[in-house]
């Protein structure tokens, strides 16, 4: 069977090459890809550039299915358009995405449905927000209500940043539509863990937990970033939390979007934070898998993705397991010169090591040009490896980003070290 994916970051590419390694697939489009993608055995990229392109392609290709990766189509109602067309496709659609697509949305849903959570306000107007600030101090976390492709959110340890962050999402309007309104939550102490599920709208079933790291530098330093690493499993996701999460944050918020007449299907991230005594509380939901977390949870997933997905949107679920590599898997993310704030693209990227079983180098911000991959957004690659333990898929993944070579290349040393601090206790 022929498959498409949308999209054409780090996250659609191992999506693809996951799906692309099913015996009973024959062909898996991307759109519009990536250089990684362009080269993939069993993947070939296709520009379409609207939501009725992709509609009309997957209807004369014969497409079995389509996924979608990025939550910018999601929330343009591309699995709406597409099931209007009588087309197979994984997703959520536009008023179920809204868990991610609205962060007021997100939580006033979280509250009706009693899901953990931080306290919040939320403000259209900037006098009224710092006035809020000025009585509940800091730290404080302001974020953008709409969706700002990781760019959103400002994790503020003193009031003045959080004024600051206000002026520029309500008054210089930096991210445009997106941060015309601003939801401001309390800070939550803990470790972070990315808990993924699969859904068909009743029927869930968990991917294996994952961490990222969001700070740009070691030892969690330095500016928030759409991910600069991860790992899976995530240790802090114990399998008593992980009955606990299922319970008190995924089941409430499946069985809510479907009493409010939205079933959810597709994948649900929910991004946790886990107190010092152990209790989750929910950060943002995500209506998609995680980037960079999808890279190592590909790397670890031995059943077959087609499988499971078409179980998904047949509504059969819960007749689906999932089977995972015992195996660490470590993605540690190469970011270009300049990333976050303005990345810098063109540079010629060489070095990029050939794939292994254990080893491979998923794209996200690459493009060919005139036979050359160079880079051509803010995260370039994302170097993923298994090991029998942390130490050594570091140590495997780190020896493909040292042989990787482009000018300003930027990367953390350190993913992955939440749990060889926890080993070495």
């Known amino acids: 069977m022929k498959l ?7 996250r659609e590419h191992a999506i693809a090459w996951k799906l692309a390694r099913s015996p009973r697939v024959q062909c898996v489009y991307v759109a519009p890809g990536n250089a990684g993608t362009g080269v993939e055995e069993g993947v070939v990229n296709v520009d379409l550039p609207s939501i009725e392109h992709q509609v009309d392609f997957a209807r004369t290709q014969g497409i079995a299915f389509t996924v979608v990766g990025p939550e910018a189509p999601l929330a343009a109602g591309v699995v709406d358009a597409f099931r209007a067309a009588g087309l197979r496709i994984f997703g959520p659609t536009a008023a179920a995405a809204r868990l991610e697509s609205s962060k007021e949305f997100a939580k006033s849903f979280m509250l009706r449905h009693h899901i953990p959570t931080a306290p919040y306000a939320v403000f259209d107007e900037p006098a009224a927000a710092h006035r809020y600030l000025d009585g509940v101090g800091a730290p404080i976390v302001v ?3 709409g969706l700002a492709a990781g760019k959103g959110v400002v994790v503020a340890t003193d009031v003045q940043d959080a004024h600051a962050a206000v002026d520029r999402f309500l008054v210089g309007r930096s991210l445009g539509h997106a941060g015309a309104r601003v939801v401001i939550e309390g800070f939550l102490a803990g470790e972070e863990a990315s808990f993924i599920v699969m859904s068909d709208g009743r029927a869930t079933l968990a ?21 600069m690493g991860a790992y899976s499993p995530a240790p802090v996701v114990t399998p008593a939390l992980h009955a606990r999460v299922m319970r008190e944050v995924i089941h409430p918020a499946i069985a809510g979007l479907a009493a409010e007449g939205t079933p959810f299907s597709g994948f649900l991230y929910a991004g946790l934070m886990i107190a010092p005594d152990g209790t989750p509380s929910v950060l943002e939901f995500n209506c998609r898998l995680g980037d960079p977390e999808t890279q190592p949870i590909m790397m670890r997933l031995k059943s077959d993705l087609a499988d499971l997905i078409e179980a998904a949107i047949d509504g059969r679920l819960d007749q689906a397991e999932a089977a995972w590599d015992r195996r660490v898997a470590v993605g540690v993310v190469m970011a270009a010169a300049g990333y976050p704030d303005s990345p810098r693209s063109g540079d010629a990227i060489t070095g990029l090591p050939p794939p292994t079983n254990d080893r491979h180098v998923f794209h996200a911000g690459t493009a060919l040009r005139e036979g050359k ?3 051509a ?25 040292e042989a990787i070579r482009f000018n300003g290349a930027q990367w953390r040393r350190d993913i992955g070290h939440r749990a060889t601090g926890r080993s070495a206790h």
């Open 207 to 227: 991917l294996a937990s994952s961490q990222d790291h969001k700070r740009l530098l070691d030892g969690d330093r330095g500016p928030n970033t759409g991910g």
């Open 143 to 145: 974020k953008a209500d």
């Open 373 to 375: 991959v160079v880079t």
């Open 4 to 10: 498409l994916v949308i999209g054409g970051g780090g």
């Open 377 to 401: 957004g803010g995260r370039v690659l994302c170097v993923t490896a298994l090991g029998d333990t942390v130490r050594s898929a570091q140590q495997a993944a780190y020896a493909g980003v």
